[in-house]
């Protein structure tokens, strides 16, 4: 979909508020892809991120009307995103926490021999994809919750400091000096452990059939490779891009962008068509 303006979004907001379904379905289209993508790199799975982005949906649509238009609306929806997120205890890490120790010893640790082909005839570098994709994913969960936030903002919405340090209760000079660190301690680990990213010894290739072993892959559901990319330029709408405040930007390519999946679309198709809506005009 073509991003709107802000006096068309504006316009849209109204329409929506008064009853219009057609323009709240087209408000909602417009951020549901950023809802989707903060809650993926926050959660670390695309099922639980589906789970989280339809509560977030739901809180978007029933407090619509509470918009005042002082910012911009992808910045009112961060706030709602972010605050959700940031207490979210539904998610398969809030019950087993990550580091980046454990991570490290499992890569050097971990047992990859004498493990049976488990791939499904899927072909092998298809399966490296979704692993390495999952895999820098899922090392975001090493990271407290406020770290992974900071992180996600600066590093794939390149959110403005000003924007992302009142999302996060900070100044923006505190907000630009923890991405900064945070950045580098991502940085750092790719470096020594990551042979994708990094000089280090891990490759995907090697750990395909282990990750399918312990269920962090599954050949029969190919949650990234399946998924549509976003072009970086969409997704980032959130005002102007911040400053560049180190050289690290290459390290950081798995930060891709995805379209929603069809789950989540359908969802927000039926409850348009329900008799919920009147939430909207109601609240």
């Known amino acids: ?7 068309e979004l504006s316009l849209l907001i109204d329409q929506a508020v008064a009853g219009d ?22 959660l670390g ?24 238009k002082e910012s911009a609306f992808s910045t009112w929806v961060f706030r709602i995103a972010v605050n959700h997120l940031k207490d979210y205890k539904k998610h398969m890490f809030a019950n087993y926490p990550l580091s980046f120790e454990y991570y490290g010893d499992d890569i050097k640790n971990g047992k990859l021999q004498d493990i049976p082909d488990l791939s499904q005839n899927v072909e092998q570098a298809v399966l490296e994809e979704e692993l390495k994709m999952a895999c820098t994913n899922v090392l975001l969960q090493c990271l407290d919750t406020e770290s992974r936030c900071i992180f996600v903002l600066g590093t ?26 945070v950045r580098k ?29 312990n269920h962090r892959i ?11 990319i976003i072009p970086e330029e969409k997704m980032q709408n959130v005002k102007e891009a911040m400053e560049e405040i180190d050289g690290l930007a290459a390290k950081f390519s798995f930060c891709k962008s995805y379209e929603s999946p069809e789950h989540l679309k359908k969802f927000v198709r039926e409850f348009l068509d329900s008799a919920s809506l009147n939430i909207v005009k109601n609240s």
Do not use: W
């Not at 949906?57 to 619509?64: D, F, G, M, P």
């Open 218 to 228: 599954n050949p029969a559901s190919l949650d990234y490779v399946s998924a549509g």
């Open 1 to 7: 979909m073509k991003n709107k303006t802000n006096e």
């Open 156 to 181: 794939m919405f390149r959110t403005d400091s000003r924007i992302a340090g009142d999302l996060l209760d900070m100044t923006p000079e505190a907000y630009r000096q923890k991405l900064s660190r």
């Open 21 to 42: 379904k057609e323009a709240l379905e087209t408000v909602i289209s417009s951020v549901q892809d950023l809802i989707f993508n903060l809650s993926l790199r926050m």
């Open 185 to 213: 301690k991502v940085a750092d680990f790719l470096e020594t452990y990551c042979g994708e990213y990094g000089k280090g010894t891990c490759k995907c290739r090697d750990r395909v059939n282990y990750a399918i072993q």
């Open 45 to 68: 799975t695309f099922a639980d991120a589906e789970d989280a982005s339809q509560d977030i949906i739901l809180k978007v649509i029933t407090h619509l009307s509470s918009f005042r």
